[in-house]
């Protein structure tokens, strides 16, 4: 297949490949998703929760797109905006780094910030008023239900195509959309492929209802979003990781070629 002869940067997103990792006795399969245009697994929500909005009439040229993110939803949101013409407000906790901010910014959007204190649910909530004053559209990732249909279309049905055999699926859960989409994909082959979530030890909200502070972005929300709270009985486990292991991990990982962040050491 030959890259190069698309239209535009939209029709590079997906199709990642697949890498084989050696980890202790194991053997674990790695999708390279930083290998799509804005850099992350997220441009795949991004095209289709904008492009499902197009065609039901709810986002209309001229329109601004407010979403509320800590980090890579709203790279993605940036990048397909920037290509689809739509002016873009992220709406991000004080918390997010600084890198992804300025990533955004340059992508041609704008930034709000929120209060480290009221969380990522603040967040969600000032972007609710945002659009709503504005008459924009927000994607709202945590509970639109082409988060998990693009997961399930695309990166579910790569991975069925690309592994012979899985027992186990393993993704953080930040809005659930990955680690749900890909369940059902695959529970359709077998129903007896073990799908495990991952979240901090130090805000264990799904194995243990507590919330608290950690370092690994993109993953342990401060709620429950819909997403995970309507489809639990797809998660056969939940495991939970510190700080200090996803930092190791990640910094293991980039020892054998691979650039990848904290959630992904988790």
Partial sequence: MNIFAKKNLLELIGNTPMTEIKMDSETIYAKMENLNPSGSIKDRIAKY????????????????????????????????SSIK?????????????????EIMKHYGAKV?????EIGV??????????????????PNQFENENNVLAHKETTGKEILEQVKNVDVFVAGVGTGGTLIGVAKALKEKNPNVKIIGVEPASSPLLSKGKVGHHKIEGIGED?????????????????VVTDKEAIQTSRRLAREGLFVGISSGA
Avoid: C, H
Avoid at 61 to 75: A, D, K, L, Q
Avoid at 85 to 101: D, L, N
Avoid at 112 to 116: I, P, Y
Avoid at 223 to 239: H, M, R, S, T, W
């Fill in 49 to 80: 929760m904008i492009e499902d909005a197009e065609k039901r009439g709810i986002l209309k040229p001229g329109m601004t797109i407010v979403e509320p993110t800590s980090g890579n939803t709203g790279i993605a949101l940036s990048f397909v």
């Fill in 121 to 138: 649910k603040g967040a969600v909530e000032k972007a609710k008023k945002l659009a709503e004053r504005l008459n924009g559209f927000m």
């Fill in 112 to 116: 709000v910030l929120t209060r480290k």
């Fill in 223 to 239: 709620f429950i979003p819909k997403i995970v709270e309507n489809n639990l009985e797809l998660i056969d486990q939940i495991i």
């Fill in 85 to 101: 013409g739509y002016e873009f407000i992220a709406v991000i906790p004080e918390f997010a780094s600084k890198e992804r901010i």
